[in-house]
């Protein structure tokens, strides 16, 4: 399979992204690697992949530089999704940026600046909500290092197969830390969706080098690749 890995933004993604490279091309695809999202306005370089994979923060962030996409980049996005390809996000790549509510509706949901919040990172478990999913087939529940995202936005038509479970607790939060309670619950860790004609792969694990090597989560990216690209 021939897949597009966009990459780069605020993260550590000089971690997570070699790890990436690494297991996708162990699994025999043909991998391309770029931090420039030029090539999403260009629907005949784009038609050449089976599949595309964000593995980056699009949005302007204060002190860091501005990673948004550019309006034909993100009709390039929509369009070559709805054409009938397959579109796998990860982590914070699934983040809504100012501006541009609709790349909501591609993912289902993700992260908000401002709003989404999680206890420290740290040791988790990872929790098969749906056995019979597609995403996670070979995979039962594990352990992982990562972060639990919380009070993220969530739409209808979402199939999720993986949760994880969280007590109540105060952690400091936000540029001035101050403490903020998080709820204990179950919070959807992944699904899948349709968006036009293309298939939708949302994992929200996967926050560094670490996470990235955890093989329940190299197996579940695989299996996204494989349902979304096929």
Known sequence: MKLLVISGGRHPYEESTPVLEGFLKGAGHEVTITEDASI??????????????????????????????QTSQ????????????????????????????????????????????????????????????????????????????????FREGNDVFLTGDAEEGTWPWGPDRAPTLMPGGTYPLGWTRSYGDGKVFVLLLGHDGKSFETPGFQQIVLNGVSWAGA
């Open 40 to 69: 999403l306005a260009d629907a005949s370089g784009m038609s050449a992949f089976d599949a595309l994979v964000f593995n980056t923060r699009r949005e302007n962030v204060p002190d860091f530089g501005d990673w948004e996409l």
């Open 74 to 153: 993100k009709e390039g996005l929509k369009s070559y999704v709805e054409s009938g390809k397959g579109f796998v996000c990860i982590h914070i790549s699934c983040c809504v940026p100012k501006g541009w509510s609709e790349f909501d509706e591609v993912t289902g949901g993700g992260w908000v600046t401002g709003t989404s919040y999680h206890p420290p990172y740290g040791e988790m478990k990872v929790n098969i909500s749906n056995a019979a999913h597609a995403g996670v087939a070979g995979v039962s529940d594990f352990v992982t290092t990562d972060e639990l995202y919380m009070n993220t936005t």
